[in-house]
């Protein structure tokens, strides 16, 4: 019979093994990220009877169907593909493990936080490992572990966070301190800008969320010491260097307007541009693929974008937020609301209101992601969007259990 303490032994040891696994093996974490959510349905139909419904409850599942719902109706205007489905039905997936965790939770004792932080710790010096063997050993210019190298760097720089936000109330703080330090190295050797570029702004943020416990002495030397890391790797890094240098010249062709010749930069804002213009043509619902690699061969003959950025596949927009406005239209408005703004708002008002250290972790958390969209669409990739979809579930069980005075450690 599947007890309550079966359930609870066995998502202590998936709390440590999804983190401790992400990108040290080749989609492990997924099949443990599957075998929670298996092992919550059949603990949620043992105890169906016990299972109750908040308006919480309405707002989690609302904002973790969003996604999926919205994929509805271009998946049917389409006929020919239920590609449109790829990012939301993860974070659907992984609803039942936030019930039957919120469930759980009512009915017994659940103290996995040692388990998480093992796994963090454990995955965040794999993640160094990995890097280090790849780019010093193997000669990799950027490193990818088994992915590629910019959701290598997206993984590894939440890792990075989840570890320093934790340290804040745990026994284990100086090693996940290193821990995260040691992410933050694997993120700088993917060369991944939108993973680099993360870590500063995150830590901004989360100096913003501490202001008041902060002496600005720290707020400066923090400042002041990230840049003089930035500037000693780039006098002792060629490859760093050659990056910062690649950034500048993009950055400088998009300024005197030869966007097409910026070919990482510059394609990405007509990538936008294209989803901008599909967003138009169907705002309701978005377009199909199809429609929307005709729209920017359009955009070509009219000498709006170039040939290199009008070939894109699927008319893939390189952003979260434009992805979602292209292919659902305004129901990707409603997707954007649910995935990523109204979690930070939950998260981020429960941290304001009781200084809980889960919700500070969950909304930086959310926050990194949110920041990676601006470059990609990581949500739709297969171990990065169940990671999210997981750790989603896990922060709102919580943060519900916290709203019924029961501290989860």
Known sequence: MFT???????????????????????????AFIALSILISIVYLYKNWDRLTFSK?????????????????????????????????????????LYFALRTYRLQGDLQFRRSLELGVLVGSIGTFILACYQYLILGMPRVDGFLFSINFGYLACALSFLGLTLSFKSKLKTLLLIGSALSSIAVIFTFTRG???????????????????????????????????????????????????????????????????????????????????????????GLP??????????????????????????GHAHNQYFEMLATNGLLGLFSIFGVFIIPFIIFSSHYFKIKSNWSLSAAIFVCGFAIFGLTEVPLTANLIGSFYGFMLAVFFAIIASEKRNKSVY
């Open 4 to 30: 309550q303490l079966s359930y609870g032994k066995s998502i202590n040891w998936i709390m440590f093994l999804v983190p401790a696994l992400l990108l040290t093996t080749k989609n492990v974490s997924i």
């Open 56 to 96: 919480f409850d309405l707002v989690v599942t609302l904002c973790m169907s969003f996604y999926f719902l919205g994929a509805i109706p271009i998946t049917v205007y389409d006929g020919t593909t239920a590609r449109y489905f790829q990012g939301g039905i993860r974070l659907l997936l992984c609803l039942p």
């Open 195 to 285: 993973a680099i570029f993360t870590i500063p702004i995150l830590l901004v943020i989360l100096a913003l969320f501490n202001l008041k416990q902060i002496k600005k002495r720290y707020i400066m030397g923090g400042i002041v010491a990230f840049f003089l890391v930035v500037f000693t790797l780039y006098k002792a890094s060629t490859d760093f260097k050659n990056r910062i240098d690649y950034t500048s010249h993009e950055l400088a062709l998009i300024y005197s307007g030869q966007v097409g010749e910026s070919t990482s930069s510059g394609y990405r804002l007509q990538y936008w541009q294209g989803a901008i213009e599909a967003f138009k043509a169907s705002p309701v619902i």
């Open 289 to 314: 693929y199809k429609q929307r690699e005709e729209i920017n061969h359009q955009l070509f003959l009219e000498g709006t974008i170039s040939k290199g950025a009008s070939t894109i596949t699927r």
